[in-house]
Protein backbone atom coordinates (compact mmCIF):
# COMPACT_ATOMS: atom_id res chain seq x y z
CA UNK A 1 0.00 0.00 0.00
CA UNK A 2 0.92 3.58 -1.09
CA UNK A 3 1.27 6.51 2.56
CA UNK A 4 0.68 9.41 0.78
CA UNK A 5 1.71 12.55 3.40
CA UNK A 6 0.45 16.59 3.15
CA UNK A 7 -1.50 15.33 0.13
CA UNK A 8 -2.12 18.39 -2.34
CA UNK A 9 -4.16 18.87 -5.25
CA UNK A 10 -0.64 18.59 -7.22
CA UNK A 11 1.23 16.85 -5.37
CA UNK A 12 2.54 15.08 -1.43
CA UNK A 13 5.35 16.39 0.26
CA UNK A 14 5.79 12.29 0.85
CA UNK A 15 4.91 9.18 -0.44
CA UNK A 16 5.85 6.10 1.45
CA UNK A 17 6.15 2.64 -0.49
CA UNK A 18 7.37 -0.89 0.35
CA UNK A 19 10.14 0.30 2.72
CA UNK A 20 11.07 3.30 0.94
CA UNK A 21 10.19 7.15 2.33
CA UNK A 22 9.96 9.41 -1.03
CA UNK A 23 10.28 12.90 -0.26
CA UNK A 24 9.37 15.84 -2.76
CA UNK A 25 11.27 18.58 -3.28
CA UNK A 26 11.50 20.53 0.18
CA UNK A 27 11.36 24.60 0.32
CA UNK A 28 11.59 27.47 2.96
CA UNK A 29 8.43 29.00 3.71
CA UNK A 30 10.59 32.11 5.08
CA UNK A 31 12.19 32.77 1.82
CA UNK A 32 13.35 36.12 3.50
CA UNK A 33 16.11 34.01 5.40
CA UNK A 34 19.63 33.86 3.49
CA UNK A 35 20.82 30.48 1.67
CA UNK A 36 21.87 28.91 5.89
CA UNK A 37 18.57 29.73 7.37
CA UNK A 38 16.33 28.36 4.28
CA UNK A 39 19.03 25.11 4.12
CA UNK A 40 18.24 24.70 8.42
CA UNK A 41 14.24 25.48 7.63
CA UNK A 42 14.29 22.88 5.05
CA UNK A 43 16.21 20.17 7.16
CA UNK A 44 14.05 20.84 10.03
CA UNK A 45 10.98 20.03 7.65
CA UNK A 46 12.82 17.02 6.33
CA UNK A 47 13.13 15.74 9.62
CA UNK A 48 9.69 15.91 10.19
CA UNK A 49 8.80 14.09 7.15
CA UNK A 50 10.86 11.02 8.03
CA UNK A 51 9.49 11.07 11.53
CA UNK A 52 6.02 11.02 10.09
CA UNK A 53 7.25 8.15 8.29
CA UNK A 54 8.59 6.30 10.95
CA UNK A 55 12.46 6.51 9.94
CA UNK A 56 15.06 9.58 10.44
CA UNK A 57 17.99 11.06 9.06
CA UNK A 58 20.62 8.39 9.79
CA UNK A 59 18.31 6.61 6.72
CA UNK A 60 18.44 8.40 3.70
CA UNK A 61 19.51 6.00 0.92
CA UNK A 62 19.82 9.86 -1.16
CA UNK A 63 19.62 13.41 -1.29
CA UNK A 64 19.43 15.76 -3.83
CA UNK A 65 20.22 19.51 -3.51
CA UNK A 66 19.52 22.28 -5.75
CA UNK A 67 20.63 25.59 -5.39
CA UNK A 68 19.60 28.95 -7.26
CA UNK A 69 23.53 29.84 -7.35
CA UNK A 70 26.18 27.67 -6.42
CA UNK A 71 27.73 30.67 -4.79
CA UNK A 72 25.69 29.59 -2.11
CA UNK A 73 27.27 26.06 -1.57
CA UNK A 74 29.67 26.90 1.66
CA UNK A 75 26.08 28.46 2.82
CA UNK A 76 24.03 25.45 2.80
CA UNK A 77 27.33 23.16 3.56
CA UNK A 78 27.22 25.42 7.08
CA UNK A 79 23.89 24.21 7.64
CA UNK A 80 23.84 20.64 6.08
CA UNK A 81 27.46 20.15 7.63
CA UNK A 82 25.29 20.92 11.46
CA UNK A 83 22.81 18.85 10.86
CA UNK A 84 24.83 15.68 9.74
CA UNK A 85 27.41 15.85 12.52
CA UNK A 86 25.28 13.71 14.66
CA UNK A 87 24.78 10.90 12.57
CA UNK A 88 28.29 10.61 12.38
CA UNK A 89 29.37 7.46 9.92
CA UNK A 90 26.10 7.96 8.19
CA UNK A 91 26.17 10.91 5.93
CA UNK A 92 23.65 10.24 2.89
CA UNK A 93 25.13 10.41 -0.61
CA UNK A 94 23.93 13.50 -2.25
CA UNK A 95 24.50 15.57 -5.93
CA UNK A 96 24.26 18.93 -5.30
CA UNK A 97 23.51 21.16 -8.41
CA UNK A 98 22.77 24.29 -9.58
CA UNK A 99 19.25 25.11 -10.94
CA UNK A 100 16.72 27.94 -11.48
CA UNK A 101 13.90 27.16 -8.70
CA UNK A 102 10.12 27.45 -9.00
CA UNK A 103 9.98 30.80 -7.31
CA UNK A 104 13.36 33.41 -7.68
CA UNK A 105 13.26 34.09 -3.79
CA UNK A 106 13.91 30.09 -3.18
CA UNK A 107 18.06 29.36 -2.08
CA UNK A 108 17.82 25.60 -1.91
CA UNK A 109 15.38 22.78 -2.70
CA UNK A 110 16.03 19.99 -0.91
CA UNK A 111 14.49 15.86 -1.81
CA UNK A 112 15.36 13.05 -0.01
CA UNK A 113 14.51 8.95 -0.33
CA UNK A 114 15.18 7.43 3.07
CA UNK A 115 14.27 3.27 4.10
CA UNK A 116 11.68 2.88 6.20
CA UNK A 117 12.51 0.41 9.20
CA UNK A 118 10.11 -3.23 8.87
CA UNK A 119 6.90 -2.85 11.15
CA UNK A 120 7.87 -6.81 11.62
CA UNK A 121 10.83 -6.35 13.22
Known sequence: MISRHNVEDRYSDMAVYNGVAYLAG????????NVTEQTREVLGMIDALL???????????????????MRDYVGM????????????GNAPP??????????????VEIVVTAAVPSQNG
Open 26 to 33: QVASDMTQ
Open 51 to 69: SAAGTDKSRILMAQIYLSN
Open 77 to 88: NEAWDAWVKDIK
Open 94 to 107: RATVQSPLANSQYL
